[in-house]
């Protein structure tokens, strides 16, 4: 059911060519809104990239703290909704009766964008969530060459940007520079999820040991994401903000960014990548 792309027509310009614009079929990055429920009762609508909903569901309601693991959800399924076609862009999670409902807040936007995953939080509060995962006890390190090499393995990985030059990326790599899992997305945030929920259904959440890389920049957001996964390393291909900084410093979580050719910036906990 994943719809990741669609094909349309356009009209191709090209001024440094000496040919005359021609008609040529053109890959779009699929972009379409996905409901989660918990419990029928609508939480959030996001922004995203039909395929492994299922992952996105579970790692946003574990990123947002509404679940501890996966033994609290009892079922995670796609609902038809009510489009005609049905698109399948809703996903009901039933939580376990000891699992407390999620905090609603009526004067909280729900609904997010593709580039926004705490757009509609209330307040400045609302948007920590702790981690109950300690990353100083994460011994990992990371070599500086190898970490020079991961970008290059994450684009080869990304089959559909190949096609359409529009998804964010998000790549968990082992300490040797394997990757375990790549998932792509319009939303930065949504690629993140993806991943985390792949983790927590494989059980393999707290993830000690792993290196997350991102196409974009390090957000706050998504530096809380990989806190939350227990993620001691996190790479980002461009700039950190200053938020970002000050959450890994505060997790002791290795931040990289400008993550580029042979250079980087190790913005937080250094000891974790070796020369």
């Known amino acids: 059911m994943a719809r990741t792309m669609n094909r349309r027509p356009v009209l191709r310009i090209d001024l440094d060519s000496a040919g005359a614009p021609r008609h040529r079929p053109d890959d779009l990055a699929a972009e379409e809104p996905l409901e989660i429920r918990v419990r029928r009762a609508p939480l959030t609508v996001t922004m995203r990239t039909p395929g492994q909903d299922i992952d996105l569901a579970l790692g946003f309601l574990f990123t947002e703290g509404v679940i501890r693991g996966a033994a609290d959800v009892v079922t995670a399924q796609l609902c038809a909704g009510t489009d005609a076609p049905n698109t399948y862009n809703v996903i009901d999670v ?92 319009v939303g930065r945030h949504n690629a993140v999820d993806k991943v985390v929920g792949w983790a927590l259904r494989e059980g393999r959440l707290p993830l000690r040991g792993h290196l997350l890389l991102v196409s974009g920049r390090a957000s706050f957001e998504l530096t809380q994401k990989a806190w939350m996964a227990g993620l001691p390393v996190l790479a980002a291909v461009s700039a950190p903000s200053t938020l970002a900084v000050e959450l890994a410093e505060e997790a002791e979580m290795t931040l990289v960014g400008f993550l580029r050719g042979r250079s980087m910036n190790v913005y937080t906990a250094p000891h974790r990548v070796t020369c």
């Not at 409902?101 to 969530?129: H, L, Q, Y």
């Not at 702790?130 to 080869?156: K, N, Q, Y």
């Open 94 to 185: 039933v939580l376990g009766p000891d699992v407390p409902p999620p905090v609603t807040d009526p004067s909280r936007n729900f609904t997010t964008t593709s580039g926004c995953g705490v757009c509609g939080k209330a307040s400045i509060d609302a948007v920590r969530t702790r981690s109950r995962f300690a990353l100083t006890e994460d011994p990992v390190t990371i070599g500086a060459h190898m970490l020079a090499e991961l970008p290059g393995r994450l684009r080869t990985a990304q089959r559909t940007f190949d096609r359409t030059g529009g998804l964010h990326a998000a790549g968990l790599f082992d300490p040797d520079g394997t990757l375990v899992v790549l998932r792509e997305d």
